[in-house]
């Protein structure tokens, strides 16, 4: 969207939806949420002893930390124009950077006969290790390992009923 309109405008619609969420803060969670924990302070928990009205003090306490953050990101996007076109340029002087890496290092690891798939992961390895900073790159790749990990439906391949892996078409014989 930010291409298809001008920076001003695009700055403007920015701030106005900062804005709205800052109305949002302001009228929903923070006066909603004091009218609701005022209200709940006089009913006890049944397991803890506690007022219920207790729990609901997170809501105005997000409201504003939400306002005061909505606050910043306005400060923030009325600042000026030519340090998010530097912030651009070095975005595509990195990205550039990263294409020649993985493009040199892959025809040079492909050339010595390296298989493909070692000279994929190696070259784009090295490119992520030398445009990305190492703690980001790290973290980055736990969690993708993580949420790869996470998948179901690939945990679940082994444990398939009746299958095995020199006895193709076993399945349709395991269901009686």
Same mark, same amino acid.
């Given at each position: ?33 004091? /009218? ?42 009325? /600042? ?7 912030? /651009? ?11 020649? $890496? $993985? ?47 996470? /998948? ?25």
């Amino acid at each position: 969207m930010s291409q298809t309109i001008s920076l001003p405008a695009s700055r403007s619609s920015a701030i106005f939806g900062e804005l709205i969420a800052f109305a949002f803060s302001l009228i929903i969670l923070v006066y909603g949420g004091i /009218k609701i924990t005022s209200l709940a302070m006089g009913q006890m928990t049944s397991a803890l002893g506690v007022a219920v009205g207790v729990f609901y003090v997170v809501m105005p306490l997000c409201g504003i930390l939400n306002m005061i953050y909505t606050v910043l990101n306005i400060v923030d996007i009325s /600042k000026t124009a030519s340090l998010r076109r530097r912030k /651009k340029r070095r975005h595509r002087l990195m990205a550039m950077e990263s294409l020649l $890496i $993985i493009i040199v290092v892959l025809a040079v690891l492909l050339i010595v006969g390296v298989p493909i798939s070692y000279s994929i992961g190696i070259s784009a390895l090295i490119a992520i290790l030398r445009t990305v900073p190492l703690e980001v790159s790290v973290v980055t790749g736990a969690q993708r390992i993580f949420v790869g990990m996470s /998948k179901f439906s690939l945990t679940a391949i082994p444990f398939y009923p009746g299958r095995k892996p020199d006895e193709p078409g076993r399945h349709r014989q395991t269901a009686g």
